[in-house]
């Protein structure tokens, strides 16, 4: 039941996310940040249950890493995704992760970023615009009509803060924060989508 | 290709049955002996071996599977009845645990003097809530595991670390039927911290839990007079009030409350070993002017 969701520009990705962690009646925690930096340009955000969501979030950070250490190259933000759908791929038949992830990064080689969508059965595609679970139902038109090409930034963490006031207004869920991520040529930055 | 069957398979070719199949003993297979083959097939799964000992688990290879078809044909053996109020909570002290004491079976009250919080060492406390037998056994397992850890290092593991074992635990047995929802807590380096850790492996760290059958009223009572920086004296009847509170609605809690401390210098103290909630329910409601009996304010028809 987490809501998470992102868009693309030409040289910027942000990633949203809601901050809840639910157990059947109960939140447990309402500060939990379910999107992980992988390192200084690339973002990993996940949804599903808590358990499969840090093993293999961390799981994957921990081995681009160690890729990193040895070859002495970050992989390309296309290269880690193919990687982390294999890695879930390879789990489907037999300790499936139910996650759902939205991968966002920039690429300093060609100055591109990229969004890529991934379900838990290993769909991957690139898009502009994504989000994942029940959100989807109430954000995909808002990111579907705020979207343009050569948008800007500001544009983009504007549409995010519309797609959480319809999520507030529409959605049953009880979700009072959300937390965003900025993936630009600077790094990455943490921005809190509700004011 | 190493296993038994590939050596029954070729066992009618001419060749000598060693050069075939080294490991396959004929003399031994021919006596069965069931309880061996099982433990072997039990064996052959692999991953559930746990260092040093392993479980007697569900004949086949589909451990998850049996326990779901299980759970359809007998619900009653798998469902186990249980209720409790347990909560914890981290304050500016250290961490304060509190819990009552009932246990049930069905609708029978079969004791109200059980200890729920298990004393895992002397930096750690976790709560019960779910499964006694599977709190208890896994806690007292992480306590050896961090003993273990201490003899090879020379130092403590850390509140997460310990934490974490159990949750690979619980990772590891995932959907086998185990039933827990624990509160861990202790006190290392950095102070006291908390984390919740349940049978479906969640393990979240936060400063305000309630587990348990009882825990949505804790959950009220706590959330609502909660603050970081309480004394210890405020948080102590904080827990003392919020179990009372949860155990006068859920019929599945009550007994005594038990209050435990965790400081933030590595260890923690009992600070009230068995207080009567009902005597404490009466204690409250007569601080505010009325009886404890619940009728004020009511019509008094029959009387």
């Keep these: ?195 | 290709m190493d296993n038994e069957n590939f050596g029954l398979a070729k066992s009618f070719s001419s060749a000598p049955v060693l050069s075939i199949s080294p490991h396959t003993n004929f003399s031994q297979k021919e006596q069965t002996d069931i309880e061996h083959e099982l433990n072997e097939q039990v064996g052959t799964t692999g991953e559930y071996v746990s260092e040093g000992f392993c479980f007697k688990l569900a004949p086949g290879q589909d451990q998850i599977g049996f326990m779901r078809s299980l759970k359809e044909k007998a619900p009653k053996l798998t469902d186990f009845a249980k209720g409790t109020t347990t909560l914890a909570f981290e304050f500016q002290e250290g961490v304060l645990v509190a819990v009552d004491a009932r246990a049930t079976m069905g609708a029978f009250i079969s004791s109200n003097n059980v200890r729920k919080v298990i004393e895992i060492n002397d930096f750690l406390l976790g709560t019960m809530a779910g499964g006694a037998a599977d709190c208890m056994f896994w806690e007292k397992y992480v306590a050896m595991q961090c003993r273990v850890y201490e003899l090879r290092n020379g130092e403590k593991p850390s509140v997460a670390m310990a934490s974490m074992m159990l949750a690979s635990i619980m990772r590891q047995y995932r959907g086998q039927g185990l039933s827990m929802g624990t509160m861990f807590t202790g006190s290392d380096k950095t102070g006291a911290s908390l984390y919740y850790i349940d049978n479906d492996a969640t393990r979240v760290k936060g400063r305000l839990f309630a587990v348990g059958s009882g825990g949505t009223f804790a959950y009220g009572v706590l959330d609502t007079n909660y603050r970081y920086d309480m004394s210890l004296d405020e948080a102590v009847n904080l827990g003392i009030r919020a179990i009372t509170s949860a155990t006068f609605k859920d019929s599945a809690s009550g007994g005594v409350v038990r209050i435990y401390h965790v400081t933030n210098h590595g260890k923690w103290n009992l600070i009230h070993d068995a207080i009567d909630v009902s005597e404490l329910h009466y204690q409250f409601e007569q601080n505010k002017g009325h009886t404890g009996r619940g009728n004020e304010g009511k019509p008094n028809k029959y009387l």
């Design chain 1, 1 to 195: 039941m987490d809501s998470i969701f992102g868009i693309c520009g030409k040289d910027w990705v942000v990633v949203a996310c809601d901050t809840a962690v639910n157990r059947s009646i109960f939140t447990l925690k309402h500060d939990d940040d379910k999107i992980l930096s992988l390192n200084t340009n690339k973002v990993l955000a996940c949804s599903g249950e808590q358990t499969d969501r840090y093993q293999f979030s961390n799981y994957i950070q921990k081995n681009l890493e160690l890729q990193a250490y040895l070859t002495g190259h970050e992989l390309s933000i296309e290269a880690s995704a193919q990687y982390m759908r294999t890695e879930l791929a390879k789990a489907l038949r037999k300790a499936p992760y139910q996650v759902n992830c939205l991968i966002g990064g920039f690429d300093h080689l060609n100055g591109e970023a990229k969004l890529f969508w991934m379900d838990y059965f290993g769909t991957l595609q690139q898009v502009t615009k994504g989000a994942h679970g029940y959100a989807g139902y109430f954000v995909n038109s808002v990111l579907d009509n705020n979207y343009q090409v050569n948008m800007t930034l500001e544009d983009g963490i504007n549409t995010l803060k519309k797609c959480i006031v319809e999520l507030k207004t529409r959605f049953i869920m009880n979700q009072p924060t959300f937390i965003g991520k900025i993936v630009t040529k600077e790094g990455i930055r943490v921005i809190n989508l509700t004011e």
